[in-house]
């Protein structure tokens, strides 16, 4: 199964702060990889697909990039409805796996 | 728009079945698209359990596979979900999800508000 990695397990950071969320997988998985956001109590929401795509409706401010092992989100200017936890998932293989997941916690 | 709602036993006893079906509605599964069960354990991350096309074919995460069935009934637009043999280890939140796209290796971009099941006698 490809294992995916995702850095920091948790941060802290202030309303405007510019965020970046690192997720490293075992293998290469070309650009088969998405985000999603979840806030405690509900379910994820999609985010971004095929590494670097913005799904309909996600603010502009949150953006993805990478290929092959290495992907980034990052969230430009910090919100106060963006303090949620955050996972990556694979679908380059037919095994979907999702990282550990990020929480972002306000400072 | 498309909606799921899960729906089944909240409380199971160890060593029995969980049983949980997704009625779909806004979307006819008849249509197309792979449909998905994802599970969370209190506190902990997502787990893909397996994922189903309307045609009746399915990719179930190896973990699990030798106790899962997932099924689908386009008549009542639902699919379903049994794990055999449950135990303490399974307790969680139990997802289920539309699939984007035709091929099982996809991504979900509409989920149900989530069933908490938890295993205990």
């Known amino acids: 199964a490809i294992q995916l990695t995702q850095s920091p397990s948790s941060l802290s950071a202030s309303v405007g702060d510019r965020v970046t969320i690192t997720c490293r997988a075992s293998?290469?998985?070309?650009?088969?990889l998405a985000w999603y956001q979840q806030k405690p109590g509900k379910a994820p929401k999609l985010l971004i697909y095929?590494?670097?795509s913005l799904e309909s409706g996600v603010p502009s401010r949150f953006s993805g990039s990478g290929s092959g092992t290495d992907f980034t989100l990052t969230i430009s200017s910090l919100q106060p409805e963006d303090f949620a936890t955050y996972y990556c998932?694979?679908?380059?293989?037919?095994?979907?796996?999702f990282g550990g997941g990020t929480k972002v916690e306000i400072k | 728009q498309v909606q799921l709602q899960e729906s089944g036993p909240g409380l199971v006893k160890p060593s029995e079945t969980l049983s949980l079906t997704c009625a779909v509605s806004?979307?006819?599964?008849?249509?197309?698209?792979?449909w998905g069960w994802i599970r969370q354990p209190p506190g902990k991350g997502l787990e893909w359990i397996g994922s189903?096309?309307?045609?009746?074919?399915?990719y179930y995460n190896p973990s699990l596979k030798s106790r899962v069935t997932i099924s689908v009934d386009t008549s009542k637009n639902q699919f379903s979900l049994k794990l055999s043999s449950v135990t303490a280890a399974d307790t969680a939140v139990y997802y289920c999800?539309?699939?984007?796209?035709?091929?099982?290796?996809?991504?979900?971009?509409?989920w149900g508000q989530g069933t908490l099941v938890t295993v205990s006698s």
């Open positions: 999800a539309k699939m984007i796209g035709i091929v099982g290796a996809s991504i979900f971009d509409y």
């Open positions: 806004g979307y006819s599964i008849s249509s197309g698209y792979y």
């Open positions: 189903i096309y309307h045609s009746g074919s399915t």
């Open positions: 293998q290469g998985i070309s650009s088969a």
């Open positions: 095929d590494a670097s």
């Open positions: 998932q694979q679908f380059n293989s037919y095994l979907l796996t």
